[in-house]
């Protein structure tokens, strides 16, 4: 058992609290929540000092396996080196504050495990295993004049692709029965033209109508979901229509995709601080022009998306989408919306919302009697300055607790 007291508590219920709580946890879970103190017969004190006590945040766009930014090249990464290098990864993310992570494609099963018994530490892992992509869509990674087979063993099984190639209404549920045996959370596609990839421009639409709608109903009928990397209003008012729960990236949105959107309660996982970093760092990291270019597009349009979807009422979680070194600007997505949204309404993004995102509304993203015991000690009011949370890599967020054990624990 411990006991938190002195806590300033934030959360979605708590936007402006100056009352100071105890919080008990008690086998991983918030047992107990009270103004002032609780009794603490056989419990561990520890006293945070007024100091801001709020639930560990939620990214739901990561690619943990990403150590390359070039994603084809990180594909032919030998898979020993490739998982082992998604150790320090997901470390860094724990460390940052995350203690949950949505990964939209790449890592596996044996990831989520190893971070469950303790082998290696990362935060709470909901695995999409291989996205999947039509032929010459966003993870197909071929140039133009590579015809080689993309996919020679009929399923991408490196543990560095982040992606595996299907085509065709029968090929797509069982790649999506694959993926959930398994063990994937939820089931990501590749919806439209992207960033990262060689041969398909940002404006093509991709899988056919029918081949998403096998995707939404395989899904479903595994009790999940679907995620869709779209960019353009016609492709992200397609897959909204057609089922798809959550819409990631969305930069190229227009008013009408939006209303689409709310009507049909899709969310948006904009990843606003991957366009920075690549433009900042991206050709030192080995992305051509052709893709630094229309990550420019991008990066100028996605500030916009962000009013057009809060004027839309579309509830947004937070995404990173970093890869290779850039993963370590992860918290800079925080500031990157606050100057458009509001710090509050960012941090209730990064908390609650990715909760409801992630199918645990209650459990993840609140401090609440019988939520896990996932929780950050901040140096600071993250409401009145969001800066507490990027500097330095987390240097002000002094206590991250996950499922009730400290990964650091503050004052020691």
């Not at 421009?201 to 979901?225: C, M, R, W």
Request: proline share 3%; charged share 25%; net charge negative.
């Amino acid at each position: 058992m411990i006991i938190l007291k002195n806590c300033k508590v934030l959360d979605i219920h708590h936007p402006d609290d100056a009352t100071l709580y105890s919080i008990l946890v008690v086998d991983g879970k918030i047992q107990r929540i009270a103004a002032g103190e609780l009794p603490a017969k056989d419990a561990a004190v520890v006293d945070v000092a007024g100091k801001t006590v709020m639930p560990g945040m939620i990214d739901c766009h990561v690619h943990v396996i990403a150590s390359v930014a070039n994603l084809g090249l990180n594909g032919r990464l030998p898979n020993t080196l490739a998982i082992l290098r998604a150790v320090p990864i997901l470390q860094g993310m724990l460390e940052r504050g995350f203690t949950s992570v949505r990964d939209a494609g790449g890592a596996d099963y044996a990831l989520t495990r190893a971070i469950e018994d303790g082998t290696i530490d990362g935060p709470r892992l909901f695995i999409s295993g291989k996205a999947l992509s039509q032929t010459g869509g966003h993870a197909d990674f071929r140039d133009r004049y590579d015809h080689s087979d993309p996919d020679p063993c009929g399923c991408n099984r490196n543990a560095g692709a982040i992606g595996r190639i299907v085509d065709g209404v029968d090929a797509i549920r069982k790649a999506v029965r694959e993926e959930m045996r398994s063990g994937a959370n939820q089931i990501k596609i590749m919806a439209s033209g992207g960033v990262a990839s060689p041969t398909d421009p940002i404006g093509n639409l991709q899988f056919s109508v029918d081949e998403i709608k096998a995707v939404v109903e395989e899904a479903q009928s595994h009790q999940t979901y679907v995620m869709a990397h779209a960019y353009t209003a016609a492709a992200i008012s397609r897959v909204a229509r057609l089922g798809v729960k959550t819409i990631e990236h969305g930069n190229l949105i227009d008013d009408e995709a939006a209303a689409v959107m709310a009507r049909h309660g899709t969310y948006a996982v904009p990843t606003l601080v991957t366009y920075d970093a690549m433009s900042k760092v991206g050709k030192q990291q080995g992305l051509s022009d052709d893709t630094l270019a229309k990550n420019e597009n991008v990066r100028l349009q996605g500030i916009e998306a962000l009013k057009i979807l809060q004027r839309h009422g579309v509830k947004m979680g937070i995404g990173s989408d970093l890869l290779g070194d850039m993963q370590q600007y992860q918290t800079e997505e925080l500031e990157i919306r606050a100057k458009v949204l509001g710090n509050f309404e960012v941090i209730c993004q990064a908390t609650a919302i990715g909760a409801e995102i992630l199918d645990r509304q209650g459990k993840l993203g609140v401090i609440a009697e019988g939520a896990y015991a996932d929780l950050l000690v901040v140096d600071g009011n993250p409401v009145e300055d969001i800066s507490v949370l990027v500097k330095n890599q987390g240097e002000k967020i002094v206590g991250v607790m996950k499922g009730g054990t400290w990964v650091r624990q503050p004052f020691l």
